[in-house]
């Protein structure tokens, strides 16, 4: 029987293999997966940047931007950039202050709600209420330190020259001083290593073509003017005013740019990057060390682009899809929860009216498939057809739908599903995870707040599933060969989640070890028949934070460039800014109390479920307790989710959001485990659809 498990399991997850690296290649337009890096730098100095704000590549067109599309054709590199910085949607200030301190910083008018501030003049040789500027940077959690970018490349005698306000901002140094500063291209020097222009800002509601024709107007002339070995990057610096969020156009010509996309290591996803990577790539260009408040890192090729054509319409396509995204990633997560709750209803309604259960365990099976379909719809490429968000949607019902009707045929549906649904995510972790670039589970790269690796959303679905099939699983091997290898076989389970889950360039998610380690350390317990008890509770923490420790400082070990969370948050310590990122992240949390009655619903139910695992003779109702006698690791199970929704909500800046995915993920095959044992007698076709263990 386990045979036949298996043996669907590596099917399924070979399909979806060698589909994954279909459309990673389709998508590329290169026949390379969407993690095969080039890590090689594309910028060496002279460097000019070219700032536009508002400037995205649905602007790049061949009669609207001459110049830009002539770099496109002629072999320029290419990307879409990520301009969201403190606010939605930034401002043209927003860009320029954040890429002179090297993190996000603010616009001091937004920040009450107002409309976006103009770009101050220079004065003398200095930022005009440029101490206003500082001063508004103290609200922000970022903690950002302007002037940083002027500062460092100061220190090192790397003469830097401004071409305009914006840039004079970017440029600045600490005190808002501006060493070289030109008033238009025709009247710069170019004897500088760094050169900075502020081509303009482009306003939808205030002819926004005659701002593209002088801004392209002005790319030309830095092209005919600056010297024939600069590295020219041309690139937005916010989005257009009085219009939606939008990714933003970045291209580099120079003389390590050959019909390349662009990423870096702050992404690791060819086409992306950040605004925020620039500093990195300036000061990495001209061979100066690099700041540690600095949040980027220096842009890399990532392999051959297509045409200008296909790579103006690609870059473009990020944008709506990840509107989409946005837009269905609210609606799914609840429609989930709301869903299984139903179905949970029903369920109980139908065996207590003595009625056939079989439609709404099946229903359950279905909900059980969806977190794993709503990451497999991307290999249909949803946003190429004519009603993007309708294929989505179809996408997923249809593949969930499909997906139950053959796990119902097979011995152990749910134990199946959970082991290809983490199959599926560890292999999508270990190849870049091009799974989630489609998926309204995945990152969203106009907010910017995570690109690579195990986003809290997958870490649900991925630690969720992975204590399943380990119950699972331990619940066949301790029928035929005893309890002690069941355990072994959860803890290895258990270590292979951990690594996939944290490991920098894997999963890449620090918070995920600290609830998964205690989950199958616990759920082992059960397996041994070992009660939980104080000592091995503490032990169990330490353990946890010590596994998470190891894996964080082995990657802060790497080169600061290819460091992820985890490494960044070690130097982070290392210099004193620790306690700043836990309490930004603790603000995202506690700011999860202000969701709304269903995320008030969802932490009332998680503590209820928290009192059950402390006291469950005294609070867990008798139903419960019989399935939990008759279902052998039912109690294991049950108490290795509590602990991921519980450690997870409280470790991670998602905060409720992850109680109630949580709940929503694990309530089917949960639910499904202690229906089957609300009746003694069962046909074989339903006991087909329980949870074993």
């Known amino acids: 029987m386990l045979a036949r498990v298996l043996t669907a399991v590596a099917s399924l997850c070979l399909l979806t293999t060698t589909a994954t690296g279909t459309a990673a290649a389709a998508t590329s337009g290169t026949g390379a997966a969407d993690s095969g890096l080039v890590d090689s730098g594309v910028v060496e100095a002279p460097v000019v940047v070219v700032g536009v704000g508002g400037l995205t590549w649905d602007n790049l067109t061949a009669d609207g931007a001459p110049t830009l599309w002539r770099m496109l054709e002629d072999g320029a590199s290419a990307a879409a950039m990520t301009v969201r910085t403190v606010h939605s949607p930034p401002c043209p200030l927003d860009g320029w202050l954040s890429l002179s301190a090297g993190r996000a910083a603010t616009d001091p008018q937004l920040h009450r709600g107002r409309d976006c501030t103009a770009i ?3 004065n003398r040789g200095t930022v005009d209420g440029w101490a206003g500027l500082v001063a508004a940077q103290r609200a922000s959690v970022y903690d950002p330190t302007l002037g940083l970018l002027g500062t460092t490349l100061a ?40 050169t900075m222009v502020d081509a303009g800002v482009l306003d939808r509601r205030r002819d926004p073509g005659r701002a593209l024709r002088q ?18 990057i041309v690139l937005g610096v916010s ?31 060819p086409g992306i990057v950040r605004l925020l990577d620039i500093p990195s790539t300036i000061v990495d260009a001209v061979g100066v060390t690099e700041p540690n408040d600095f949040t980027g890192a ?31 990633s609210g609606w799914f997560v609840n429609g989930l929860a709301a869903a299984v709750l139903l179905a949970i209803g029903t369920l109980a309604w139908l065996r207590r009216s003595g009625r056939d259960p079989r439609p709404a365990e099946f229903a359950l099976l279905v909900l059980a498939a969806l977190p794993l379909c709503s990451y497999l719809v991307r290999l249909i490429q949803w946003w190429r057809w004519p009603v993007p968000l309708v294929a989505l949607w179809l996408g997923m019902l249809l593949g969930a739908l499909g997906l139950a009707l053959v796990l119902r045929r097979l011995p152990r549906p749910v134990t199946t599903l959970s082991g290809l649904t983490v199959a599926v995510l560890a292999l999508d972790a270990i190849t870049g995870t091009v799974l989630h670039h489609g998926s309204p589970l995945g990152p969203s790269p106009l907010s910017g707040g995570r690109y690579y690796g195990f986003g809290n959303t997958t870490f649900v679905v991925f630690a969720v599933h992975a204590v399943i099939f380990a119950a699972g699983l331990a619940r066949w091997l301790s029928a035929r060969y005893g309890g002690s290898v069941a355990a072994g076989a959860v803890a290895a389970i258990g270590v292979v989640t951990v690594v996939v889950d944290a490991w920098p ?43 998470v420790a190891v894996i964080s400082v082995l990657d802060w070990l790497r080169p600061a460039a290819s460091r992820s969370h985890a490494g960044r948050f070690v130097e982070d310590l290392l210099h004193g800014d620790g306690l700043d990122v836990v309490t930004r992240k603790a603000g995202y949390a506690l700011g999860s109390l202000s969701g709304g009655p269903h995320l008030w619903l969802a932490g009332a139910l998680l503590l209820y479920l928290v009192a059950v695992v402390v006291a469950r003779r005294q609070l867990s109702p008798a139903w419960f307790e019989r399935a939990v006698a008759e279902r052998k690791y039912l109690w294991g199970a049950f108490v290795a989710v509590v602990t991921v929704a519980a450690i997870g909500s409280a470790a991670n800046d998602y905060g409720l959001r992850i109680a109630l995915l949580t709940l929503a ?29």
């Open 155 to 194: 220190d090192s005698n790397v003469c830097a020259a401004a071409v305009g306000p914006g840039a004079a901002l970017a440029l600045a140094d600490r005190q808002g001083r501006v060493a070289r500063y030109y008033e238009s291209v025709r009247a710069t020097r170019w004897d500088c290593p760094v």
């Open 120 to 122: 101050p003049p220079l």
């Open 215 to 232: 801004a392209d107007d002005t790319v030309r002339e830095v092209l005919e003017r600056a010297p024939s070995n600069a590295t020219v």
């Open 505 to 547: 360039t894997w999963g890449a998610d620090v918070g995920g070890g600290f609830a998964i380690v205690p989950a199958f350390v616990l759920l082992t317990l059960d397996v041994l028949g070992r009660r939980i008890g104080l000592v091995r509770l503490v032990l169990t923490g330490v353990a946890a934070v010590a596994a």
């Open 239 to 269: 989005q257009p005013l009085h219009s939606t969020l939008a990714m933003s156009a970045a291209l580099v010509r120079g003389p390590r740019t050959t019909d390349q996309l662009l990423t870096a290591q702050s992404t690791r996803w």
């Open 298 to 328: 220096p842009l890399i090729a990532a392999g051959q682009r297509p045409p200008a054509d296909d790579t103006a319409r690609k870059l473009s396509d990020v944008t709506q899809r990840d509107r989409d995204l946005r837009r269905s």
């Open 665 to 693: 993920v694990a309530g089917p095959p949960l639910a499904l485990s202690v229906a089957s044992t609300w009746t003694a007698s069962r046909t074989e076709e339903t006991q087909e659809l329980t949870l074993p263990g």
